[in-house]
């Protein structure tokens, strides 16, 4: 029987964007609260279309995480520190009645202040070895987006940190649920059918 093989992530920014995910769980709730999103991960890919893009949007949106770049890698205090370039994606859809664009821009607002906390290392953990640095958010809504009922905005910052600190494989996202939409019939006004499906593990 073939047993799974190790997988070396230390020196990655795989435990960065996995510290950041977790330190962001306040943004994350079923509450009625215009600041919540059902659901924040890893981002794996591009956007390559704005249908791409709504089949992120599930609920009521999403915060997608990425590490762009890491520059001036070195070994210091016993650690391999990197100055990460990140971004999350807030994504979001017309929920409880407030429009998409207010509600992406003041998630963004809000998870940005976040960011530039003193505070902000420490909810990292050990992975951050600095202050967060060159905050900026920026609006990435487009006519296309609107057409299929999504804004999206995106905040990005660098930070010092840790790439060696011991990651768990297993704590990190699994594919386990899929966002449906569907409309019932052709017509344009007809009821949409939105679903999370529980993918069998």
Known sequence: MNQRPQFDLSGSTVGVTQAVIEALTSFKGADIDIGKVTNISRHQGRFASPAAVKSEVTGQGAIRVTALRVDNVRKEAGSI???VSLVAFVMTNDHYGYHRDIRAEVIASQLALTIVRKDWPGVMGRVAYKQADRITSQ??????????GVAIWSVSW?????????VDINSLDDFLTLGLTAHTSDQEQAPELNADIKVRQ
């Open 81 to 83: 520190i990197g100055t």
């Open 139 to 148: 609006n990435l809504c487009t006519d296309a987006l609107d057409e299929v």
């Open 158 to 166: 660098q930070q010092e940190c840790r790439l060696n600190v011991p």
